[in-house]
């Protein structure tokens, strides 16, 4: 899958996924709304961001979550 807004540098961020190349990790945004924030709450916060900067940071997560096994422990 490829991903026009979630962009990786290393000179930005340390290299963690962010949103269009700005110091705005894609991990804030996830962490935000599992935290209840809404996606309009959030926009309204941080203006600079787009509501498909959010759709897509849930896209890349859902991918991530696709790939990925873990193991929990009961």
């Known amino acids: 899958m490829k991903f026009q807004r979630i962009t990786v540098d290393p000179k930005i961020f340390g290299g963690k996924p962010c949103i269009r190349g700005m110091r705005f990790p894609v991990s804030r945004v996830l962490g935000?709304?599992?935290?209840?924030?809404?996606?309009?709450?959030?926009l309204r916060?941080?203006?600079?961001?787009?509501s498909g900067d959010i759709d897509e940071a849930l896209c890349y997560?859902?991918?991530?979550?696709d790939e990925e096994v873990m193991e929990f422990i009961p």
């Open 32 to 42: 935000l709304l599992a935290s209840g924030e809404t996606k309009e709450s959030i």
């Open 45 to 50: 916060t941080y203006p600079y961001l787009e």
């Open 61 to 65: 997560a859902a991918s991530l979550a």
